[in-house]
């Protein structure tokens, strides 16, 4: 984080593709966008940016006072979805005899374009505002010269027919992206694919995110990407099965056919001893969570399945790839990364996620309201995930 003195000197500067000065203590919109500006670097220079909330345009210190509920609500960015993929950002209040400053320092993202409420907000030297057609290009082909995750690698082999663009533009966009851009939009497909992460335009193909969530048969190039759910009649592997069935095909229509399996078949009413009160054997919400949970972060390079196995007292969710970046076992579920940044950005477009970081600790507490004993986590894996939830 920006030192002290180094925040003295930065008053004193003009508002430019790294700084933006506010007195306002409520305007979210200008925060969202500042932030949002800065994770897309337009600029390039690979420094982060600042916002800072107290000051004047000329450096002046305005002398309002930063509390906890100021913090609260830049740190929220972070999380809650406005901002498109998340934010990598600190928070900090720093105290002067003429009064407190709030200040958000925000790293480039390395997969642009990054969006706010659905826009590309950049900023170079004074100007700022949303990115047209030609920007985004700029901003989509800066991300694949430094792409590192698996999703937003181009999928080699693979080309637009191998898309189902129907479900992208009548079902993805429309999430994605604000009505004001969708109305002016006449870019052509590829170049709407791209500025969402989904098509590389270096090498002319879709990104394995483009094929696992709108491939026509994303199982020909990444043949692990399915879940395999089998109901057990026992406690054990041994036992028989009494059904199964695999959840392949693209990710936009399997993760809702997910959550209406989830309610149909898994979680089922209780009736207590007394017979008098009904329980469920599994909140649906801490189900979905977990499962949406494996299919964001799983390794898609892995050739072996989600394993989605019932038993007669127990569920188990096993994924390929273990704890991923800055999570580990001494501090999960609190700290998480993202394997696969674009599939977690458009799980949360499509409302499969409600907010970033969040499932794995939304889920325990689900399990926790409906009566049932706590998760077991098996964390110590380096090439695998699972969570048991008992009955």
Do not use: W
């Not at 000197?9 to 919109?29: C, F, G, P, V």
């Not at 337009?42 to 450096?59: K, Q, R, S, T, V």
């Not at 049932?372 to 090439?383: G, R």
């Amino acid at each position: 984080m920006i030192s002290r003195e180094a925040l003295r000197k930065m008053l004193l500067e003009m508002e430019a593709d790294r700084i933006e000065k506010t007195i306002s203590k409520t305007d979210t919109n200008k925060f969202g966008e500042a932030i949002c500006s800065f994770s897309n670097d337009m600029a390039a220079e690979g420094l982060p940016g600042y916002l800072i909330i107290g000051a004047n345009d000329d450096g002046s210190i305005q002398g309002i006072d930063i509390d906890e509920q100021i913090i609260q609500t830049l740190l929220s960015f972070r999380t809650d979805g406005r901002i498109v993929p998340p934010p990598t950002m600190i928070v900090k209040k720093f105290s002067f005899d003429e009064g407190d400053l709030a200040v958000v320092e925000v790293q480039p993202s390395q997969v642009p374009p990054v969006r706010f409420k659905g826009k590309v907000c950049i900023r170079i030297g004074p100007r700022k505002g949303t990115a047209n057609a030609t920007e985004e290009r700029i901003l989509s082909e800066k991300r694949s010269t430094f792409a590192r995750s698996f999703d937003t690698q181009p999928c080699r082999g693979s080309s637009l027919e191998d898309l189902s663009t129907d479900i992208f533009q009548l079902i993805y966009l429309p999430t994605a992206v604000d009505d004001e851009t969708l109305k002016v939009n006449g870019r052509e497909i590829k170049e709407q694919l791209a500025s969402l992460k989904f098509f590389d335009l270096r090498t002319v193909c879709p990104t394995n995110a483009g094929i696992l969530m709108f491939g026509i048969n994303p199982r020909f190039f990444l043949p692990g990407a399915y879940v395999q759910y089998v109901k057990f009649q026992g406690e054990d592997e041994i036992s028989d099965f009494s059904y199964e069935h695999r959840f392949d095909g693209d990710l936009t229509t399997q993760m809702r056919e997910m959550n209406n399996f989830i309610k149909a078949q898994i979680v089922k009413k209780v009736q207590d001893k007394l017979g008098e009160e009904y329980t469920y054997s599994y909140p649906s919400s801490a189900i979905q969570e977990l499962l949406y949970n494996a299919v964001i972060h799983r390794d898609y390079q892995s050739n072996a399945p989600i394993k989605f196995y019932e038993y007669s007292n127990r569920i188990e969710i096993i994924n390929p790839g273990g704890l991923f970046g800055n999570a580990r076992p001494e501090n999960f579920p609190n700290t998480n990364d993202y394997r696969n940044p674009t599939l977690a950005e458009a799980a949360k477009n499509l409302g499969f996620i409600n907010s970033f970081n969040v499932g794995v600790k939304r889920a325990i507490a689900a399990l926790k309201a409906n009566g049932n004993p706590k998760p077991k986590f098996l964390i110590d894996q380096a090439t695998s995930f699972g969570v048991i939830i008992y009955k």
